[in-house]
């Protein structure tokens, strides 16, 4: 199947979306940002949006035409698909809208799993596969016998995923993981994708077809991070994603970290915020904390370099 088919039957699927009750303004936020993905984006929604108008209206000849909300309510969505790919020339097939499933009875069930802030769990999926969420991640998952897919829509998760001829497929904004059977995890943070490896053989690549994201493929040892069309990655690293799967084990590793990043990471564990003050940020931090205790990071510093500690509500805030 083509890219452009492929396009194609995403726009039909965002066009059966709205169409069912329930469409509301996150939902259109949604589908606007899908739109403004691309050009071939735009092009595809507006052909069948077209053809979707024109099957209505010849719907609503001989008799007065429905209301939107009386349509919604009285006239099943797959009719209009039908009669609207058949005005646009599209074949239809079952397809889901990316970060976005889709609603119909009749698609694959999707099975969403989240984790609080500082939470930690792990899935059994389908096939025989582990994914191990990290704190605040939310994850929707698609496996089966004959498809293995993975959103992730927010934070970070380990996957151990059986070997297969079915591609494992992992969801990440603007990028898609590929492999067939490994370990690694996927990260998304302020709008960046990182992807550690263990085991085995990972690709990664742009989501859009259309993308000018390189494609990458990593081992053992390699991290890989991802920013917009930006990507760099870092080989026989292998002491650098031991640290950043240090969380596996409850804790956090550092190696000559400034104190403001090392305060970033205990703020995605716990309700209480750390917040660095002044020239304190760029003390190099080193060592293996408990991610669940920051009083504890904090008397440490305390001790070893005289900061000044203050603590109010939900706050610790930490100068020199």
């Known amino acids: 199947m083509s890219s452009a088919h492929d396009i194609e039957c995403a726009a039909a699927a965002w066009l059966i979306r709205r169409e069912e009750p329930g469409w509301s303004a996150d939902d259109e936020a949604r589908l606007q940002a899908w739109i403004d993905e691309s050009h071939a984006h735009k092009a595809a929604y507006w052909r069948l949006e077209c053809g979707w108008r024109k099957a209505d209206r010849i719907g609503a000849l001989g008799s007065e035409a429905p209301s939107p909300l009386q349509r919604r309510q ?3 969505g797959w009719r209009w698909l039908a009669a609207a790919a058949s005005l646009a020339g599209v074949v239809l097939i079952p397809a889901l809208i990316p970060d976005a499933p889709p609603r119909s009875a009749s698609a694959l069930a999707i099975a969403r799993f989240q984790t609080p802030v500082g939470g930690h769990e792990q899935i059994k999926l389908a096939d025989g596969s582990i994914a191990e969420l990290n704190t605040a991640t939310v994850v929707r998952a698609a496996v089966s016998s004959e498809r293995r897919e993975i959103w992730l829509d927010e934070g970070e998760a380990f996957f151990s995923v059986k070997p297969s001829r079915i591609p494992f497929v992992v969801h990440a ?6 492999v067939l059977g490994t370990k690694f995890s996927v990260s998304r943070e302020d709008g960046r994708v990182r992807v550690a490896v263990v085991e085995g053989k990972v ?12 494609e990458a493929t990593i081992t053992p040892g390699d991290l890989l991070t991802a920013d917009g069309e930006s990507t760099l990655v870092v080989q026989q690293a292998t002491a650098r994603v031991e640290r950043s799967l240090a969380w596996r084990d409850g804790m956090l590793r550092f190696d000559q970290t400034p104190l403001a990043a ?7 564990y716990n309700e209480r915020k750390v917040v660095v003050v002044g020239q ?8 293996s904390f408990r991610a669940s205790n920051v009083d ?3 008397r440490l510093l305390e001790d070893a370099y005289g900061l000044r500690i203050e603590r109010t509500g939900n706050e610790m805030r930490i100068s020199d």
């Open 296 to 298: 504890a990071f904090a």
């Open 173 to 178: 904004g603007p990028r898609e993981v590929t």
């Open 280 to 287: 304190a940020g760029m003390i190099p931090i080193g060592g």
């Open 74 to 76: 009285k006239v099943p």
């Open 262 to 268: 090392a305060a970033k990471e205990f703020n995605r």
């Open 203 to 214: 690709q990664v690549s742009g989501s859009d077809r259309f993308s000018p994201a390189a």
